[in-house]
């Protein structure tokens, strides 16, 4: 591989997989697709939640969604198996989308992967 693998967002490259579309602006991918393999990914969806998924937010270490219901593992399998991929393509930075109960500050993907020594960033 002769760039450096990362893992970015799925919902950064403009595939919905939320309940509101966001994409990237179209330079800002175009530039990390210059410098690096980018490796989408969408922990929800790996944690079996459909597309698009409720609204989600974080309340007393739980993913809980506007409908009520407790998330939170959804989120974690989802972010398990994104600490997967990471090891197994030796991934030590991830870009992740901002207020995200899993990609976001706080956010149940965020913060495995930061124990497991991946820089995150936000975006």
């Known amino acids: 591989m002769d760039k450096e693998p990362v893992i970015i967002s799925l919902c950064a490259l403009g595939i919905p997989t939320q309940y509101r579309p966001r994409s990237f602006k179209r330079k800002i991918i175009e530039k990390y697709m210059k410098r690096y393999f980018l490796i989408p990914v969408c922990p929800e969806q790996l944690g079996g939640l459909p597309t698009p998924r409720?609204?989600?937010?974080?309340?007393?270490?739980?993913?809980?969604?506007?409908?009520?219901?407790?998330?939170?593992?959804?989120?974690?399998?989802?972010?398990?198996?994104?600490?997967?991929?990471?090891?197994?393509?030796?991934?030590?930075?991830?870009?992740?989308?901002?207020?995200?109960?899993?990609?976001?500050?706080?956010?149940?993907?965020?913060?495995?992967?930061?124990?497991?020594?991946i820089k995150v960033f936000q975006v």
């Open 54 to 117: 409720p609204a989600c937010h974080i309340y007393n270490g739980r993913v809980v969604g506007n409908d009520g219901k407790d998330y939170t593992q959804n989120y974690l399998r989802g972010a398990k198996l994104v600490l997967k991929i990471a090891k197994m393509y030796g991934i030590k930075k991830a870009y992740l989308k901002k207020g995200s109960p899993s990609c976001g500050k706080g956010g149940i993907l965020r913060s495995l992967l930061e124990k497991n020594g």
